[in-house]
């Protein structure tokens, strides 16, 4: 999120309140409009969405209001306008570039006609190219040999309490190395793909190789940005995450994207450093 002022009013999470909530991390309420469920709930702000459930929102969105199978979504580029707030938001989509072979859509997520999310796919057309496929990059270690791991011992929200996390490499200040699932359906009683369930979690990547702690320091992200080569095989996501902050209250979080298959592409995050009375 970019601003962590708190608006005047902001409609909570369905079972914030002791209401029941499903196992899912947003509830359709009509063909726009979603209302997000305490696994939802912000890790800087208790009033907010977590970025990464909000990322899977818009990129089911955008898979369910323009269905093609004959493409892959090679970049999802994500700006965080303002306060994401819990409670009830509306989703519009469209096409801002369309093509037979390569096409640019975009999905919006705003509250009280507030947009607070903006994001752009560009999705490219399939093609045979398995004869030329490979990386240098070293697959990381599998899922059933990371140690599992309690996220909310650092962070706190319904979302980050929500996720299935796996240590592979152990923090230092700046650089970790971890699994992360968030095990929820993205939308109740719909079926999301791999890639957008795959997509609920990446954002959490700022949170898992912190230089100081969220109790010292604010660094919350204001955009999210992550190529892919291939679709995801899974809803596992390893991340092999470096932060770094620069001299001027300006960091970036960087990460290597793997799945169970290995290495599928990159993750960036700008992030803004400040004290935490300026944050708030």
Same mark, same amino acid.
């Given at each position: 999120?970019?601003e962590?002022?708190?608006p005047?009013?902001?409609?909570?999470? %369905?079972?914030?309140? &002791?209401e029941?909530?499903?196992?899912?991390?947003?509830?359709?309420?009509?063909?726009?409009?979603?209302?997000?469920?305490?696994?939802?709930?912000? @890790?800087w702000?208790?009033?907010?969405?977590?970025?990464?459930?909000?990322?899977?929102?818009l990129?089911?969105?955008?898979?369910?209001?323009?269905?093609?199978?004959?493409?892959?979504?090679?970049?999802?580029?994500y700006?965080?306008?303002?306060?994401?707030p &819990?409670?009830?938001v509306?989703?519009?989509? *469209?096409?801002?570039r369309?093509?037979?072979? #390569?096409e640019?859509?975009?999905?919006t997520?705003?509250?009280?006609?507030?947009?607070?999310i903006?994001?752009t796919?560009w999705?490219?057309?399939?093609?045979?190219?398995s004869?030329?496929a490979?990386?240098l990059?070293?697959?990381?270690?599998?899922?059933s040999d @990371?140690?599992?791991?309690h996220?909310?011992? *650092?962070?706190?929200?319904g979302? #980050?309490?929500?996720?299935?996390?796996?240590?592979? *490499?152990?923090?230092?200040?700046?650089?970790?190395?971890m /699994?992360?699932?968030?095990?929820?359906?993205?939308?109740? &009683?719909?079926?999301?793909?791999?890639?957008?369930?795959?997509?609920?979690?990446?954002?959490?990547a700022?949170?898992?190789?912190?230089?100081v702690?969220?109790d010292?320091? @604010?660094?919350p992200?204001v955009?999210?940005?992550?190529?892919?080569?291939r679709?995801?095989v899974?809803p /596992?996501?390893?991340?092999d995450?470096?932060?770094?902050f620069?001299?001027?209250?300006?960091?970036?979080?960087e990460?290597?994207?793997?799945?169970?298959?290995?290495y599928? &592409?990159?993750?960036a995050?700008?992030?803004t450093?400040r004290? %935490?009375?300026?944050?708030?």
């Open positions: 999120m970019t962590t002022a708190r005047a009013e902001a409609p909570g999470h %369905l079972g914030a309140d &002791g029941d909530f499903p196992d899912a991390y947003f509830v359709r309420l009509d063909g726009t409009r979603f209302r997000s469920t305490l696994h939802s709930q912000g @890790a702000n208790d009033a907010e969405q977590h970025m990464a459930a909000a990322s899977g929102l990129a089911h969105a955008v898979d369910v209001d323009h269905p093609r199978e004959d493409v892959l979504p090679a970049r999802f580029s700006d965080i306008l303002g306060f994401i &819990g409670g009830e509306e989703v519009r989509t *469209r096409v801002l369309p093509g037979r072979t #390569i640019l859509l975009e999905a997520m705003s509250h009280g006609g507030r947009s607070c903006r994001l796919v999705r490219l057309l399939r093609g045979e190219t004869e030329a490979g990386t990059r070293p697959a990381m270690p599998p899922v @990371a140690v599992p791991t996220m909310g011992d *650092r962070w706190g929200g979302y #980050i309490g929500s996720i299935e996390a796996r240590t592979v *490499r152990e923090h230092r200040p700046g650089s970790a190395a /699994w992360l699932r968030a095990p929820h359906a993205v939308v109740d &009683g719909e079926e999301a793909s791999v890639t957008a369930r795959f997509l609920a979690a990446v954002d959490a700022n949170g898992i190789a912190v230089r702690g969220p010292e320091l @604010a660094f992200n955009d999210l940005s992550v190529h892919l080569v679709d995801p899974s /596992w996501v390893g991340l995450t470096h932060v770094t620069g001299p001027t209250g300006v960091g970036l979080t990460s290597a994207l793997h799945d169970e298959a290995g599928l &592409g990159q993750v995050q700008a992030l450093v004290p %935490l009375s300026a944050a708030r």
